[in-house]
C-alpha cells in the first residue's frame, strides 16, 4: 500500500491518480449511458441533426462536471488550475494553430450553419450528404457510401453548394420531337403529366417552350420547380414517363437525319436519303 | 369508416377495402385502394384499430408540414370578420391503440396529391396545394376524400384585402369527424402581406370526435405553439 502513497507532483499521490482515472472512465460511461436513454427516448421526436447536437452538449457537459468534481482528490487550487490552464490552453493554440484554426472554423460554421446534418452537399471535388458536424471536422458520406472527413477549416474557406438549403429547384430538360408533329399537342400531354404529378409543383408553375428549331427536329425546352429533397427522384423518374406518353400519344422523338439531295444520278433521276 | 374498432372490423367499398384476418398465429391487415395493396402483421390481438382522417401532408412522401389551400378570391373590407368555408384534402390514419399509446399502422388518401411553394424559392416553403371553391355555408364535401375548413378572416388593416390563399402548419391542427371533416381555423391579416393563421381546437358541430393525429402519434416535440405567419402575401 505503501506505493499508493507515493508523491507524485506536489500532494499528488499514485492513490489520487487512480481515484481520479476511476472517476473519469465513471463519468464517461453515465455521460454514454445518458446519451443511450436519450438517443432511446428522443429520437422520433427530433431532427437527427439537432439530437446529435444535443447529446453532444449534454455528454461534454457531464463529462466537465464529473472532472470538475473529481479534481479535488488532488487538492488542486481550481481557480490556479483555470489560470494555468488558461495559460497552457494559449500556448496549445499557438502550438497547433491548425487545430486551433478547425476549431475556430467549427465554431463558425455551427453559428452561421451554411449546412445542417443530412444536407446534400458540394465542396471543392466532394459530393455527398452531412453525416456529423464536429467540433474540429465535418463528416460526409458520398452517394457512393465513402466515408470523408472534411477538415472545417477547408470547409469554410471553400464555395460551399448545399443542394436542399432553398426548399424548392428547378429542373431543366431539353427534348426534340419531329417536324411533323402536333406541338400544341405534345405541351399539353407534358402539362397534363405535369400536373398529375405530385411533386412537380403547382407554383411555380412548369414552364414549356420551343426553344429552337434543329436540324432533326423542333426543341422543346421545359423547366420544372420540385421540392429539393426529392429533387434526384424527379429529376430521374420525369424523362421515362415523358417517353412513355410520347409512345402512348405516338409522338416521335427523331434520330438525327439529314435529307441527301442528288441533283443527278447515272440514270438521270433525283435520289433522297437519311441517315 | 371512421371510429376505433375491434380486429374483427371490415369494410368495403368500391374505393377502398380494409379488413384484418387471423392466419399462421398472426392477425393480417389487409387494405386495397387507388390500386395500392398493403398487408402488414400486428402482434397480439388486445388492442384497438382507430381509423381517422390525419393531416395530408404525408403522401406520397413526406416533404412539408404545411397545407395550403388556393380560393377564390374575397375581398376583405378593413376592420371587419368574414366567415368563408373551403374544403381541402385529407389522407387517412390506420392507429392501433393500446394502453392509450397510438402507433401508426398505414395512412392512404383517396383525394390525388399535390405540392407547391409558398413564397419565392430561396426562402419560402413547400406546402400541400390544394384548389377549393369558397362558399358562405357549409358546403357537401365527400368525407373519405375532403373535409371543410370553417376560416374565419379578420381584416386588422386600414385597407381591403383580397384574400385567395391560406396557408395552416399541419403540426398545429386540430382535425374533428363525424359525417363531416372539419378543421376551424381563423386568419388574422395585418397586412395584404402577412397574415397570422392558427387551428383552433374545437368542432365545428356537437358531437364530433377529434381526430388522433400523426404528429401527436409520433410523439414529435413542438417547442411553440404560435400561430404561423404567412409572410409572402394573403392573394396572388
Known amino acids: 500500500?505503501?506505493?499508493?502513497?507515493?508523491?507524485?507532483?506536489?500532494?499528488?499521490?499514485?492513490?489520487?491518480?487512480?481515484?481520479?482515472?476511476?472517476?473519469?472512465?465513471?463519468?464517461?460511461?453515465?455521460?454514454?449511458?445518458?446519451?443511450?436513454?436519450?438517443?432511446?427516448?428522443?429520437?422520433?421526436?427530433?431532427?437527427?441533426?439537432?439530437?446529435?447536437?444535443?447529446?453532444?452538449?449534454?455528454?461534454?457537459?457531464?463529462?466537465?462536471?464529473?472532472?470538475?468534481?473529481?479534481?479535488?482528490?488532488?487538492?488542486?487550487?481550481?481557480?490556479?488550475?483555470?489560470?494555468?490552464?488558461?495559460?497552457?490552453?494559449?500556448?496549445?493554440?499557438?502550438?497547433?494553430?491548425?487545430?486551433?484554426?478547425?476549431?475556430?472554423?467549427?465554431?463558425?460554421?455551427?453559428?452561421?450553419?451554411?449546412?445542417?446534418?443530412?444536407?446534400?452537399?458540394?465542396?471543392?471535388?466532394?459530393?455527398?450528404?452531412?453525416?456529423?458536424?464536429?467540433?474540429?471536422?465535418?463528416?460526409?458520406?458520398?452517394?457512393?457510401?465513402?466515408?470523408?472527413?472534411?477538415?472545417?477549416?477547408?470547409?469554410?474557406?471553400?464555395?460551399?453548394?448545399?443542394?436542399?438549403?432553398?426548399?424548392?429547384?428547378?429542373?431543366?430538360?431539353?427534348?426534340?420531337?419531329?417536324?411533323?408533329?402536333?406541338?400544341?399537342?405534345?405541351?399539353?400531354?407534358?402539362?397534363?403529366?405535369?400536373?398529375?404529378?405530385?411533386?412537380?409543383?403547382?407554383?411555380?408553375?412548369?414552364?414549356?417552350?420551343?426553344?429552337?428549331?434543329?436540324?432533326?427536329?423542333?426543341?422543346?425546352?421545359?423547366?420544372?420547380?420540385?421540392?429539393?429533397?426529392?429533387?434526384?427522384?424527379?429529376?430521374?423518374?420525369l424523362p421515362g414517363q415523358i417517353k412513355e406518353l410520347f409512345d402512348r400519344e405516338e409522338i416521335e422523338i427523331p434520330s438525327p437525319q439529314r435529307i441527301v439531295r442528288f441533283t443527278s444520278s447515272p440514270t438521270g433521276s433525283e435520289i433522297e436519303g437519311g441517315s | 369508416m371512421f371510429g376505433e374498432f375491434d380486429y374483427t372490423f371490415r369494410y368495403d367499398s368500391n374505393d377502398v377495402s380494409i379488413h384484418v384476418d387471423q392466419s399462421e398465429g398472426f392477425y393480417k391487415y389487409f387494405r386495397k385502394s387507388a390500386g395500392e395493396s398493403i398487408t402488414k402483421a400486428i402482434s397480439g390481438g388486445s388492442g384497438i384499430m382507430a381509423i381517422n382522417p390525419v393531416e395530408p401532408v404525408n403522401l406520397p412522401q413526406e416533404v412539408t408540414s404545411y397545407l395550403e389551400i388556393h380560393f377564390t378570391p374575397v375581398a376583405v373590407e378593413p376592420a371587419s370578420t368574414q366567415l368563408v368555408y373551403l374544403n381541402f384534402p385529407i389522407e387517412i390514419g390506420v392507429f392501433l391503440e393500446s394502453k392509450g399509446d397510438f402507433d401508426i399502422l398505414d395512412i392512404f388518401s383517396l383525394a390525388t396529391p399535390k405540392y407547391s411553394l409558398y413564397g419565392p424559392p430561396e426562402e419560402g416553403i413547400i406546402t400541400r396545394y390544394h384548389e377549393s371553391p369558397v362558399s358562405g355555408t357549409l358546403p357537401h364535401t365527400d368525407r373519405l376524400k375532403e373535409g371543410v375548413v370553417s376560416l374565419t378572416i379578420a381584416n386588422t388593416s386600414r385597407s381591403w384585402i383580397e384574400v385567395s390563399r391560406v396557408v395552416l402548419d399541419c403540426r398545429e391542427l386540430f382535425l374533428y369527424y363525424s359525417d363531416i371533416v372539419s378543421i376551424i381555423a381563423r386568419m388574422d391579416i395585418l397586412s395584404k402581406d402577412i397574415a397570422d393563421v392558427r387551428s383552433e381546437n374545437r368542432p365545428l358541430r356537437e358531437g364530433m370526435k377529434p381526430s388522433v393525429l400523426l404528429s401527436k402519434a409520433r410523439k414529435t416535440l413542438i417547442p411553440e405553439k404560435i400561430p404561423f405567419m404567412m409572410e409572402f402575401g394573403v392573394g396572388d
Open chain 1, 1 to 237: 500500500m505503501a506505493s499508493l502513497d507515493t508523491v507524485i507532483y506536489g500532494d499528488v499521490t499514485v492513490l489520487d491518480l487512480i481515484i481520479f482515472a476511476i472517476s473519469v472512465v465513471i463519468v464517461v460511461i453515465v455521460a454514454k449511458v445518458v446519451s443511450l436513454y436519450l438517443k432511446r427516448a428522443l429520437s422520433d421526436r427530433m431532427e437527427r441533426g439537432e439530437l446529435d447536437k444535443l447529446i453532444r452538449g449534454i455528454q461534454v457537459a457531464i463529462i466537465l462536471l464529473g472532472i470538475w468534481f473529481a479534481l479535488p482528490s488532488f487538492n488542486f487550487d481550481v481557480g490556479q488550475l483555470l489560470v494555468v490552464g488558461g495559460t497552457v490552453g494559449l500556448i496549445i493554440a499557438f502550438a497547433s494553430q491548425k487545430i486551433a484554426s478547425n476549431l475556430s472554423s467549427g465554431i463558425f460554421i455551427l453559428i452561421e450553419r451554411p449546412i445542417r446534418i443530412g444536407d446534400d452537399i458540394r465542396i471543392n471535388d466532394i459530393s455527398g450528404t452531412v453525416e456529423q458536424i464536429r467540433v474540429l471536422s465535418t463528416i460526409v458520406k458520398t452517394y457512393d457510401g465513402v466515408y470523408v472527413r472534411v477538415p472545417n477549416e477547408q470547409i469554410f474557406t471553400s464555395d460551399i453548394i448545399n443542394y436542399v438549403t432553398n426548399p424548392a429547384r428547378r429542373i431543366k430538360y431539353i427534348m426534340t420531337i419531329g417536324y411533323g408533329e402536333n406541338v400544341d399537342q405534345m405541351m399539353h400531354v407534358i402539362m397534363t403529366l405535369f400536373d398529375e404529378h405530385p411533386f412537380v409543383l403547382a407554383h411555380p408553375a412548369p414552364t414549356i417552350f420551343v426553344s429552337a428549331l434543329g436540324e432533326s427536329g423542333v426543341e422543346i425546352t421545359i423547366y420544372v420547380w420540385v421540392p429539393s429533397r426529392v429533387w434526384w427522384s424527379v429529376k430521374t423518374n
